[in-house]
């Protein structure tokens, strides 16, 4: 058991990548705080995850609120008697368009979920990590963040926002024994990809898939396994690091 005694909290696990970490973290002894901001997705994943045998909580909460998310730390932390590690996984984005056609409310929605959680995480989560004199933060970020494609502009640079601040608090809070790591994955088998595409048709999936060299689209698995690892005392000297999770995407 990998995360034997571990207690985390993963942001927009109702479904995708983030339903994908929290199962995994579960599966390796991991008490999960399962969190989104649907209801119905997220109670269903900590039912799954009961049910399988693991320990999950959900609570409903908006990242982008600074009351959602001290309710969502404290209420993590009185749930289970503890916290070890957050996943920032939550996110958004607009559909792929021509930079100049977005609205300036997606854009405001766009920085306040992929970027200002980040902040609001750290804000109410770092106390307790310092007071424990250990704390792990994984930021589930985006190739968009390093090798940006047309007509993703405003997310691209949401996520580009998101590594720099990671690593930049990597820096920061490593003193006090505080990790915090990237996972950069390529598009993948969630509920964005058509926004990401533009349309999700046979075509357009093979055009660009064409630019994967492994030759799929990432799967929730694959960032599980990753964030298993950074999650893990595997990885006990690794932090400010962007592990890219991308099939060896070139372009």
Not at 8 to 29: C, D, L, M, N, Y
Not at 172 to 177: A, K, Q, S
Request: aromatic letters at 6%; a neutral charge.
């Amino acid at each position: 058991m990998r995360l034997k005694d571990k207690i985390a909290i993963v942001t927009g696990a109702g479904s995708g990548f983030g339903e994908g970490i929290a199962k995994r973290f579960a599966q390796e002894g991991c008490k999960v705080v399962v969190n989104d901001l649907v209801a119905e997705g997220g109670q269903r994943v900590a039912a799954e995850i009961r049910a399988a045998g693991g320990q999950a909580h959900f609570i409903q909460a908006d990242v982008s609120k600074d009351g959602d998310v001290k309710r969502l730390i404290e209420g993590g932390i009185a749930h289970f008697g503890g916290l070890h590690i957050v996943v920032n996984n939550a996110g958004t984005t607009h559909r792929n368009r021509p930079m100049l056609e977005v609205s300036e409310a997606e854009f405001d929605r766009i920085y306040a979920v992929n970027v200002k959680s980040l902040f609001l995480t750290a804000r109410h989560a770092v106390p307790h990590f310092r007071a424990q004199k250990n704390g792990c933060f994984i930021t589930i970020a985006s190739t968009a963040g390093v090798r940006p494609r047309p007509g993703l502009t405003w997310y691209n640079g949401s996520k580009g926002a998101a590594i720099t601040t990671s690593r930049s608090m990597a820096a920061e809070l490593g003193p006090d024994n505080i990790r915090v790591n990237v996972i950069n994955p390529v598009a993948g088998e969630t509920a964005l990809l058509a926004q990401f595409m533009g349309e999700d048709t046979p075509e357009r999936r093979a055009q660009f898939i064409a630019t994967v060299p492994l030759g799929r689209l990432s799967r929730p698995l694959d960032i599980a396994n990753a964030a298993l690892y950074l999650a893990s005392d595997e990885a006990e000297f690794i932090t400010g690091a962007c592990l890219e999770v991308d099939g060896g995407r070139c372009v």
